[in-house]
């Protein structure tokens, strides 16, 4: 059993560590990794641990200087693991495939600053400042995948943002109601006030046909999101980029299932079971359909 420097307690080999913390999330991305080729699989494994690890640091501290400082704890255990002195388990699984799929440690540290947003601010003003944010811990992470999936062709980096914006906006219209439980509302403040839409109605989580309305238009834009990603995806990596594109067809998929059940997102957490992620993953690997 070992102690690392941020408090955990791990009795596990890295490799084991992060399938433990992929597998136990329950997250549709899990699904995209099982048709992967081992090494492939390891590494998205152990990115997506990480990406799992700091985002957990903000959604389970209750104290906003706690979270600050685990997350600085992980700046540094980022710099001190491309120093070949990784303490985490997640960085000792990851490290040793960073070099073979390209990843940088400024692209890990972006992830964590976009985290840190979340610490900070709890609005966003305009799509602008939004689509800041989601570069972040969303554009960075679909970069990030993209080079392991594996692309020759620089132009995929495009989609993987644009997939990756298509991916955090599904997310933002699902955790509305979760997301106001924390205080925070990520829809931009000029998109409320456009359909009339006050902050304290969403924190409050009174639906309302003008909440209707707003939910309806972040689905469409989000469809013409993911519409733009498709159409930036070059030929020739398609087939590599596979895992993204189930990924793409299971959060679509439950962004149609949350447009045809009215949006309860202020109230129910909208989901699809295992089965038909699983079901969703396999027709795009098998028969290309997403």
Known sequence: MQLCSNGTIWDMTPQSYVQNKAA???????????????????AITAFYAFCREVDDVVDEALESGVAQAKLAWWKQEV???????????????????????????????????????????TRYLDAPALRTYCHLVAGVVGEVSAQIFGQTNPLTTQYAHAL?????????????????????????????????VKAHEILNRIDSPRFQN????????????????FGLLPKEDSRAQKPGLMMASIYRTLLKEI?????????????????????LAWKVQALGQY
């Open 164 to 196: 990756g914006q298509a991916l955090q906006m599904t997310n933002i219209i699902r955790d509305v109601g979760e997301d106001a439980l924390r205080g925070r509302i990520y829809i931009p403040i000029d998109t409320l006030q456009k359909f009339d």
């Open 24 to 42: 136990s999330s329950g997250s549709s991305f899990y699904y995209a990794f099982l048709f992967l080729p081992p090494q492939k699989r390891s």
């Open 259 to 279: 447009e045809a059940a009215k949006f309860p997102v202020l109230h129910q957490r909208v989901a699809l079971t295992p089965i038909r992620k699983l079901w």
């Open 79 to 121: 710099i001190n693991a491309f120093d070949g002195q990784a303490q985490h388990p997640v960085m000792q699984a990851l490290m040793p495939l960073t070099g073979s799929f390209q990843i940088k440690a400024q692209q890990l540290n972006s992830i964590i600053e976009g985290c840190e947003m979340d610490l900070t601010q």
């Open 214 to 229: 707003l939910m309806h238009n972040l689905a469409q834009q989000t469809h013409l999101l993911y519409e733009e990603a």
